[in-house]
T-cell receptor
């Protein structure tokens, strides 16, 4: 069945560091891919999405590119801030329900 | 204008009790969901539901039952609560099953 694998955390960075959180997927067909963010004590919020190969999703300085050849959707940000500290979830949908990765906790220190 | 709301935000109860968590969405979405998030932040889908179809994750005990009085509401009823039911429960909705989902703020359930 379809699944998502994302890098295990936790990830700890200093402010202004470069962020990469790896995500790879297994799917039949052509899934849509998503990154969600969960801030402490809150629900998940959609951060960005891409619906077809080579699409780039971007929001709040975060980017991810749908790479069909490597079945990947890695999340990147050039300069993280303390306020980016959260848990990040990679996810996919095909014609069925959304599949989430295990989540990666990011802590950004001043 | 909260898109997906849940009540209560916190619920503390004793083993063996029956409790309900309410969820409402004002997005006009056709599909709603319940998720359980454990202490390690792992998300497990419990149910997905629209007005035509209820899909139950086969690993969910039958003590858990979704109840939908109308398209905008999907409540979660839990019978005979157990210690292992302690978790954060999230409601979500989407336009259809393959579309992005919008989450509520969560209900932290503690069973003592």
């Amino acid at each position: 069945g379809n699944s998502v694998t994302q890098m295990e955390g936790p990830v700890t960075l200093s402010e202004e560091a470069f962020l990469t959180i790896n995500c790879t997927y297994t799917a039949t067909g052509y899934p849509s891919l998503f990154w969600y963010v969960q801030y402490p004590g809150e629900g998940l919020q959609l951060l960005l999405k891409a619906t077809k190969a080579d699409d780039k999703g971007s929001n709040k300085g975060f980017e991810a590119t749908y790479r069909k050849e490597t079945t990947s959707f890695h999340l990147e940000k050039g300069s993280v801030q303390v306020s980016d500290s959260a848990v990040y979830f990679c996810a996919l949908t095909d014609n069925n329900d959304m599949r989430f990765g295990a989540g990666t906790r990011l802590t950004v220190k001043p | 204008d909260t898109a997906v709301s849940q009540t209560p935000k916190y619920l503390v109860t004793q083993m063996g009790n029956d409790k309900s968590i309410k969820c409402e969405q004002n997005l006009g979405h056709d599909t709603m969901y319940w998720y359980k998030q454990d202490s390690k932040k792992f998300l497990k889908i419990m149910f997905s539901y629209n007005n035509k179809e209820l899909i139950i994750n086969e690993t969910v005990p039958n003590r858990f039952s979704p109840k939908s009085p109308d398209k905008a509401h999907l409540n979660l009823h839990i019978n005979s609560l157990e210690l292992g039911d302690s978790a954060v429960y999230f409601c979500a909705s989407s336009q259809a099953r393959s579309y992005e989902q919008y989450f509520g703020p969560g209900t932290r359930l503690t069973v003592t």
